[in-house]
């Protein structure tokens, strides 16, 4: 029987010919990611736990502080001291602190830290964001990480798959944030537990790099072990520009078993906004009705690389942002950051009332920089809209494309574009 | 082994930004992550709940974000189990990885109820709803899992591991 890409990507880190779905394997792993959450955990686990705390391999492990920093508050801050001291201990390689980080799944990408053909685990859900450069990458937690830092290995079960065939091209102003809105709401927040999603088709030729980025990235909503995308021209290109490491692009077997099938024309779909408090509670933009906001975020691990930031800069642009809505617009790394400064996009949110953050996850996780009051809405570029994710439990996340959220932003309530006659 | 308790129940897609909210993430501390266990769904849930006490859900239970706050405030604020339908993945590695026991069973977790008396043996798979003299058969963990729960946890299993290599 043939494999699915994910599962020749973990057959060949494993040392097997071939796996199956529902098998258990150790498999050899490439990178090694936490932040400044998720990593103190993990480096608890390894002195407190291991006889001996060496890290397998100093190169292949990313420690990223990005959730809750520059440090909102004193145990933030030691969280992140015990971090620094872990990685100067063990000479990390790539340790990223306040003045070259950037929001981890943005970042890596950047670096050039992930190429196709990888098995990467990182102790942060979103880390399925680089199945984009067809890779294997999947969130786990923090003893995971531990046990990945100190062995180089992890176990997983051989996930079954389902196959999302994209034809067709996405119409104006429609992103992949509103494809992957789109699928979560076709399958459910559950609707691929446990399984691959493997992006497939013509319609990916279509997809700009930040665009599949965005969707891979939120096959965890959708309950996915991971999502993935071929390797084709624009992936290349991408990964040439940014990694000295070289690639190795799989390919499904023609005969690879798929647990469901679904196929999707990219030009059906419309701007998408998935209401509270489950990112499955999708509704099309042409359904939204009216909904007052009083505050919009444009950034994240989902939304805020270079693409996001035009779309939002050019409906932005000659416009303000609504009295009595607070917009929030946090370029997702430094790098991104100024390139957006060159471009002239930071001047146009100053310039329409918008304010730009230094990069963080901050609201994102109702951490800081942006948490909302009792009854407070937000129309949100982020990836989860659950109870109190932003704030209090009785305010509201609407996730949606930067399109939507700097429409939002200057209507004052759920708006796409097209509202503003663009 | 054993565990007994009284049944806390809740639905489907339980996300693990509310059984421990990100407001309460600049600790690591199990005992304080205790403290906030389950806030924003069950504001009573850390007053009520006693040692050895079960908590019920239906699908998709700890979704979300992974962090292992969340397996580790509910182990450290006395449960001795998660039953559900089914569990979001990432939950499901890092309970087993810090030695939470957790069993998938649909029809246990709709034959249960809040307030229920529940007795579970975890060598067997039975789970007995001894309010309402019922029995179900839960899922068994493979002999990997099975190995790394012995353990107590899966940093103990590699300890063990390295060793006898």
């Known amino acids: 029987m043939g494999m699915t890409m994910t599962q020749k990507i973990l057959a060949a880190h494993a040392g097997l010919s071939s796996v199956e779905a529902g098998q258990l394997i150790e498999a050899d792993l490439d990178l090694v990611l936490g932040n400044d959450i998720t990593s103190p955990v993990a480096i608890h686990e390894m002195d407190g736990k291991m006889k001996d705390s060496s890290v397998f391999h100093k190169d292949k492990i990313a420690l990223v502080m990005d959730h809750f920093v520059p440090n909102k508050d004193i145990k933030s801050a030691e969280h992140c001291k015990c971090v620094r001291e872990f990685a100067a201990r063990h000479e990390i390689t790539n340790f990223f602190d306040v003045g070259e980080m950037g929001i981890e799944h943005a970042l890596l990408p950047e670096k050039g830290l992930v190429v196709a053909g990888d098995v990467v685990i990182g102790a942060d859900s979103h880390t399925c964001t680089y199945g984009a450069l067809g890779a294997f990458s999947t969130g786990v937690g923090s003893t995971d990480m531990a046990a990945g830092m100190a062995t180089g290995k992890a176990w997983f079960k051989v996930p079954s798959a389902i196959k999302i065939e994209l034809t067709g091209k996405l119409e104006k102003w429609v992103s992949g944030k509103d494809v992957i809105l789109h699928i979560i709401g076709m399958i459910g927040v559950d609707g691929a537990l446990y399984q691959s999603m493997e992006f497939t088709g013509e319609g990916v030729l279509e997809l700009s790099m930040d665009d599949r980025f965005t969707i891979a990235n939120m096959a965890i909503e959708a309950g996915g072990k991971n999502g993935i995308f071929p390797v084709d021209e624009k992936a290349e290109a991408y990964m040439k520009e940014h990694s000295m490491r070289p690639f190795k692009a799989y390919e499904a077997d023609a005969d690879a078993e798929y647990a469901r099938v679904i196929r999707l024309d990219l030009s059906s779909i419309r701007p998408t906004v998935a209401f509270p408090h489950l990112p499955e509670n999708t509704r099309s933009i042409d359904e939204v009705g009216d909904i007052a906001i009083d505050q919009v975020v444009i950034g994240s691990c989902t939304n805020g690389r270079m693409d996001d930031l035009r779309v939002a800069a050019k409906i932005l642009e000659g416009r303000k942002v609504k009295k009595g809505v607070r917009a929030i617009v946090i370029p997702a790394t430094q790098k991104i950051y100024l390139q957006a400064m060159e471009e002239g996009i930071l001047k146009t949110f100053i310039e329409a009332g918008a304010i730009v953050s230094t990069p963080t996850c901050g609201p994102c996780l109702g951490g800081y920089m942006g948490v909302l009051a009792e009854g407070e809405r937000c129309v949100s570029t982020t990836n989860r809209n659950f109870v109190g994710r932003m704030g209090h439990v009785a305010s509201e996340v609407y996730l949606a494309s930067p399109a939507v959220a700097a429409s939002s932003a200057v209507t004052g309530k759920i708006s796409g574009p097209e509202e503003l006659g663009m | ?165």
């Open chain 2, 1 to 165: 082994m054993k565990a007994q308790g009284t049944v806390f129940k809740y639905g489907d897609n339980v996300d693990t930004d509310v059984i421990i909210p990100a407001r309460y993430l600049n600790s690591s501390d199990p005992a304080e992550l205790a403290t906030h266990c389950m806030e924003d769904i069950d504001k009573d849930f850390v007053k009520k709940v006693k040692k050895g006490d079960i908590i019920v859900a239906s699908k998709n239970f700890g979704c979300g974000s992974s962090r292992e706050h969340a397996p580790i405030s509910i182990k450290a604020a006395g449960v001795s189990c998660v039953i559900a339908e089914t569990f979001a993945r990432i939950f499901y590695r890092n309970a087993i990885n810090i030695g939470l026991p957790i069993i998938e069973c649909p029809e246990a977790s709709k034959g249960i109820e809040a307030g229920d008396e529940v007795e579970i043996d975890f060598d067997s798979g039975m789970i007995y709803n001894k309010t309402r003299n019922t029995q179900f058969k839960g899922q068994a963990f493979p002999e990997f899992m099975q190995k790394i729960i012995a353990a107590e946890g899966l940093m103990n299993y590699i300890n063990e591991t390295k060793e006898q290599a």
